[in-house]
């Protein structure tokens, strides 16, 4: 069960509302403004050590009989039936590690590679699970190993998704959890709760408004209507408004704000908006694109809401928190390493924000094959299979529900459901946006409003 406190963000496209940052009662749950010892620092790398290397999984090789993409594939996939090492290996160095290689290849499909294929290269780059070490920065520093509670709250999730039953799904919360271990840290939270620049919030807000009775768009996932525990329907999905020149100008504008929180410099990654969510709304528990949406913010433009709607998401400790954002707030985050949702179902009209991505500018080289050839290689082991006595025991005292399960449970309880009667936790990393009104009995069949039974 949790109790929380938040102050309500109904309509409003004023800028003088208050920004709350809402804690729950939930063990391992806490305040995000508590203080934290400073980090560890070692030694940097060398810049010129950096492999940049951008382009490489681009497909380099010429057209032509023999040449092409699919002959490449062809002629790894014999090496690799022979027992050979795979060619298209590069040098890659990271602090603290000597040289290792990682693939180099483009990746299709779920993995991408042959299985012997991604255990030569999971060796080959010299990976271990659970990391021994953490990063933090760019270029990166060796910076300790994980805290007690991190290491927790990551054993508590690989608990849950070794005993996922569908093995797509399990793969792909695999590397989303690979990822949140491997990306690099760069500030002491990984979220900061604060205000957008006056004039660039009027003049979304002036666009959103413009625009939030007439859009005809809506957003489109590639899970609609199949993947994901609860669907999402055409007239439930998110509407849109497009202004691309005033979305550029909020990304470039932004961008040293973003640089002196993340300290270092950026590149543009992705200006997305204005994204409108629909009553019922949830958002899965995910982290973002590794290449490019690595510093990020989100930035609330206006909402007509019942009740609060926060997003939950966790610190570098592991800890969840519940952030409320009213309009006019910004939310930076470390959005390619920290888990983030919306477990609580929107209740009420609408609720509009942009999305703004950032990578450091200056050699950033990870790539979603980075992700996949670090992935334990006894992935499909169940709790109950794993072989480590140890491992095996730390998994079955973490698990098997991690903090934002826990959470999840909680709200639903708080609002006296049984744990029969709680609806599916929301996953599918292709519906990101999913609508509790598309599941029977909720909504009242209508989606007009999210019905008392919430």
Known sequence: SSSSSSSSSSSSSSSSSSSTTTTTTFSGLTDANEPRPPQARGGEL???????????????????????????????????????RPRGLKLKVKAGQAPHLITSFSTQGVNGMP????????????????PPQKFMGWPPVANGT??????????????????????????????????????????????????APEHLFQALNKTYYDGLHTTQHREKFRGQRRGGSVRLSEGNAPLFVYNQQLMDRVMRECRPRMEAWAGVPLKEGQAYGIRIYQNGSTLVNHVDRSETHVISFILHIASELDEPWPIQIEDHDGRVHSVNLTPGD???????????????PMNGKHYGSVFVHYYPSEGWNWKNTDLITAVPLDYYDTVDEVRDPARRAALEEAGPRGAMERFYDGFWESRGYSAADVPPFPVGLDSPVQNICDLPGFCGGSPSLVSEEL
Request: charged share 30%; glycine share 8%; no cysteine.
């Open 115 to 130: 299985e012997l294929e991604r255990r030569e290269a999971y060796a080959a780059n010299g990976h271990q699970w659970p």
């Open 146 to 195: 994980e805290s007690e509670s991190y290491q927790r709250s990551r054993d508590a999730i690989e608990a849950w998704v070794r005993n996922l039953p569908d093995p797509a799904q399990r793969w792909n919360e695999w590397v989303t959890l690979v990822q949140s271990r491997l990306m690099p840290s760069f500030t002491d939270v990984g979220f900061k709760l604060t205000r």
């Open 46 to 84: 060398p810049r010129e050590q950096l492999d940049v290397g951008r382009d490489a999984e681009r497909g380099r090789l010429a057209a032509g009989p023999g040449r092409g993409p699919g002959a490449l594939r062809q002629r790894r996939h014999a090496r690799a039936r022979a027992g050979m």
């Open 330 to 344: 910004m939310l930076y985050y470390e959005s390619s390493k920290q888990y983030h949702a919306r477990f609580t």
